[in-house]
């Protein structure tokens, strides 16, 4: 039998808030060291603002409509057809960003704190962990 876990919104927030945090710690000086060179830190605070914006509305949008998933919501916001091409775009940036993030992950470790450890090693204790958490579900991370 199939049972549906459910969080909060505010349960999203705490758990999209290091999600962001790791990602613009991670991703965005790397990304700004080409144009801004030793200023590329600056851009972080711009970047912090929006970030931080996008998960309030998450939350607020989790908590006005609960039970409802990101799609089922923005297809109610937005119309069908908006709606689903949102959600078009929201697993297309599910998986770039799911290809991208355990990258800046893993050589963010090889370089500061293991450097002798092989990046396949590191992949793979990744991915125990992230299938522990996946067994465990949603609502016991959350």
Known sequence: ???????????????????????????????????????????????????????????????RYPGMTIVEYSTTILGKWMGKLLAIYLAYNFFTFSAGIPRFVIDFLNVVALPKTPPAVLSGVMLVICGIAVFAGIEVIG
């Open 1 to 63: 039998m199939f049972v549906q876990e459910k969080i909060t919104g505010s349960q999203l927030g705490l758990l999209l808030i290091p999600l962001v945090i790791a990602t613009e710690i991670l991703s965005v000086p790397a990304t700004m060291t080409g144009v801004a060179k030793q200023d590329a830190w600056l851009a972080v605070i711009p970047s912090s603002v929006t970030a931080f914006w996008s998960v309030m509305v998450m939350t607020a949008l989790a908590n």
